[in-house]
C-alpha cells in the first residue's frame, strides 16, 4: 500500500494538525491541473483583464486558480485566512474565522509560462495567528518570519502534478496517481546534493543586478562548473535545484530594486523547503526565514541552493 497525504500526520509536531491543510492544497492542485490541462480548448488562456496588486497583467487562469485555492482551504475548516499574490488584501474565511492557521500563497507560478505549455507552480506556506482566536484575523498575523512557518511546500504541474512540502520534519514529495486518484509518496526524504547541478538565473538581467553579482556569477561559475538551466517559474527551477544540486537566485536589480520574488508566499516557502532538504536560503546578508516581514506583498533578493553554492556566490 502506497504512502499518502495521510502520512504527513506523523511527522513531526505540526503533523497532525497539518495534515487536513496539506489534503486541501492536494485538492485544489487536482482541480487546478485539470482547469490547466483544458485550458486552451476553452479559451481560458490570456489576460484576465485586471491587475493584481503588483501591477501585474492577471492571467484568466491566475483568477481562477486563486478562487480553486481559497476555496479548498475554506472547505478544511482549519484556516481563518488567506493571503495571495492575487488579492491586495487579506481575505478572511468568515465562516471559520475563530480557527487557528492562516496561509500564505502564490496559486499560480510562473504564469507566463503558460501560453507556451511551460510548467507552471503553487507555493504555500502555513503560520500559527498570533491575535486570539474570538478576534478577527488580521494582516499583522500574516507578518511573521519563516522561523514561524509550520508548513510549507508547493506544487508542480509538469507531465506529473507534485505535491511537495514539510511540516518541518523534512522534505517530501507526492505524486498524483490519477489511476487511484490520490497523490502518492514518490520522493521520500529529498535532500540537496551537496555539488554539482545547475545556476539557475534570468541571466539576461545581468547588467542590471545590484551587490555585484555578475561578478560573482562569473567566479561561481568558474569555481564549481555548474551547467545553467532556467524554467522562469520559480516551482520549476526549485525543484529541479532540489533534486540536482545547484543554486536559484533572483537578485536585485536596477527595475526591481528590492528583488523581485514575492516574501510571504514565494521566498519565505521555498526558503524553508531548501533549509529542511539540507540547503542554504540567503537574501543577501540575511537567511531568508530571518527576514522580519513589513507587507503582504513585500519582495526580497534570493539566493537558493546548496550551502557551498550559496556561499560561493554570496562571498
Ligand atoms: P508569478 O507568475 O507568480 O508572478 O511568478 C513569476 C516569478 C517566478 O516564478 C519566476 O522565478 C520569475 O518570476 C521569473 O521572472 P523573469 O521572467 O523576470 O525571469
Ligand atoms: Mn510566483
Ligand atoms: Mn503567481
Partial sequence: MP???????????????MMPV???????????????????????LGAAGGENVQGEQQQMLDVLSDEIFLEEMRSTGFVCAVGSEEQEELLVIEEYSHADYLVLVDPLDGSSNLDVDGPVGTIFSVVKRKTPNSETPHVSDTLQSGRHVIAAGYVLYGPSTMLVCSVGAGVHGYTFNPAAARFELSHADMRIPESGGYYSVNEANKAKWADNMG?????????????????????????????????????????NVTGKLRLLYEAIPMGFIMEQAGGKSMSKDIAVLDIEPEALHQRVPVYLGSKDNVDSLLG
Fill in 22 to 44: 496539506i489534503q486541501g492544497v492536494g485538492r485544489a492542485a487536482i482541480e487546478i491541473a485539470a482547469v490547466l490541462r483544458g485550458a486552451v480548448l476553452r479559451g481560458a
Fill in 215 to 255: 561578478e560573482n556569477l562569473i567566479r561561481l561559475k568558474q569555481e564549481k562548473g555548474l551547467g545553467m538551466r532556467y524554467v522562469g517559474a520559480m516551482v520549476a527551477d526549485m525543484h529541479r535545484t532540489i533534486l540536482k544540486g545547484g543554486v536559484f537566485l533572483y537578485p536585485a536589480d536596477d527595475k
Fill in 3 to 17: 504512502s499518502t497525504l495521510n502520512n504527513i500526520a506523523k511527522q513531526g509536531e505540526y503533523g497532525s494538525a
